[in-house]
């Protein structure tokens, strides 16, 4: 029997998105594959079971670089397994940085458990053959699976290989082998790297509905994959995914028309697709109609819809959710009155990097407000959310003042 464990980094590439739209430049955390890290140990039952599976986790990295926290946010299937993963919070990472100051931020990591025996080994050979079969006959769907085979599983992974066969499925219209192909190639994976032609493969794809592909054209021209910067076209394709239920070509088209970055500004289709981000499960949908119904922007102003969205966002530890929910329960009306409640959400932000939640808890440090007075660590925190971009931080710094029934909201 062998055993297979692998991590996955998923890193967040919006440096250069981030620059070019005037966005703090954000660098995630890394993982150090060091002598810090405890490996894995298989639990016993799901061994013994033959379970296998993905899990995917989020870190929350402070600006140590130590994982002070941890949530599952897709299981395995297997509470053991899921658990198991999580002694990778022992290791170290590089810590985030935004605007070149490090911060506190979450980082999402897959971990796969993977086995091998005889019997898997046989299972796996005899869908290899049966696929050839079928690929030989002319059935591409056939040739595309296996190709995926020798592009994802760790046991026979030959992602050159892979590429092979996926050229002839994509030439005969597989959208899927087209999406393979056009990554690969922009990427570089198992063939020399041609991001022309790789766009030209992923355009392709994306005309035949491939919600992958559109995304990923919608991240091309955003500048988040590369150099290239066309909002109108980056919008267009945003949108293909978001009418087919991507939720973050929801989140992406949103935020478009919030800025009117590739499209018309309109803060009424922004909130459409806010919301429709928001019922999909995302955190950010979730936190900007919060904040809607808080402002009464864009709908009737309704505080009991303002922290259901808020705090569903919250239980994903969303740090503006969480910064949001900090400062209308320290400042009261809204929510109750509670600096019990206030500094738990407000110390969860500014864990997780924002830098609101810095400025404010800067803020009512240097005063003494609904916390005891500590002048430097106070001055330290606004200077940090000065550094990040929060415009309050630089009044504070000079001493402005901000009554509780202003505190953001």
């Known amino acids: 029997m062998k055993l297979g464990l692998a991590v996955a980094i998923l890193a967040l ?57 941890s949530r599952i946010v897709k299981t395995s299937g297997s509470d053991l397994l899921d658990e198991a993963a999580r002694v990778l919070q022992t290791c170290r990472f590089r810590p985030a940085r935004r605007n070149g100051v490090v911060v506190g931020a979450w980082t999402p990591i897959h971990y796969y458990w993977t086995l091998e025996t005889e019997e898997l080994t046989r299972v796996r050979n005899d869908k290899q053959q049966a696929l050839r079969q079928s690929a030989l006959a002319g059935d591409m769907d056939a040739l595309y699976e296996l190709g995926m085979m020798y592009w994802e599983e760790s ?83 945003y949108g293909k995914a978001a009418e087919q239920g991507a939720v973050v070509a929801q989140e992406k ?83 109750p009155q509670s600096d019990a409640q206030g500094w738990h959400y407000l110390q969860r932000g500014m864990a997780g990097g924002d830098a609101g939640a810095l400025a404010l808890a800067g803020y009512l440090l240097t005063r003494g407000s609904h916390v005891a007075q500590d002048l430097p660590r106070g001055q330290k925190l606004l200077q940090q959310a000065q550094q990040l971009g929060e415009p309050r931080a630089a009044a504070w710094l000079a001493g402005g ?4 029934a202003s505190l953001r909201y």
């Open 155 to 237: 046991e026979v992974r030959d992602q050159k290989l892979a590429v092979q066969l996926f050229q002839p499925a994509a030439q005969r219209g597989q959208a899927q082998a087209q999406y393979q192909l056009g990554i690969a190639l922009y990427l570089g994976v198992g063939v020399t790297r041609d991001v022309e032609q790789g766009l030209g493969w992923l355009r392709r794809a994306a005309e035949q509905g491939s919600v992958e592909a559109q995304q990923r054209l919608g991240m091309h021209y955003s500048g988040e994959r590369s150099n290239v910067l066309d909002l109108v076209q980056a919008a267009f394709w």
């Open 253 to 335: 088209l949103a935020e478009a028309y919030a800025r009117g970055a590739g499209v018309p500004a309109s803060s009424e289709e922004a909130l459409r697709w806010y919301r429709k981000a928001a019922e999909n499960g995302s955190a950010l949908g979730q936190t900007r109609l919060g904040q809607a119904y808080l402002n009464g922007q864009g709908l009737a102003a309704d505080a009991v819809q303002a922290r259901k969205w808020l705090e569903q966002a919250a239980q994903q530890r969303w740090p503006e959710a969480e910064a949001t929910l900090g400062e209308l329960f320290l400042a009261g009306g809204v929510l």
């Open 401 to 404: 003042s901000a009554p509780d």
């Open 13 to 69: 590439f919006c440096g250069a998105a981030a620059a070019q739209q005037g966005m703090p430049a954000y660098e995630p955390p890394v993982l150090k594959f060091d002598d810090s890290c405890t490996k894995p140990q298989w639990p016993k039952a799901e061994l013994e079971r033959g379970y296998t599976g993905k899990v995917m986790l989020s870190f929350l990295v402070n600006e140590e670089g130590r994982a002070i926290d």
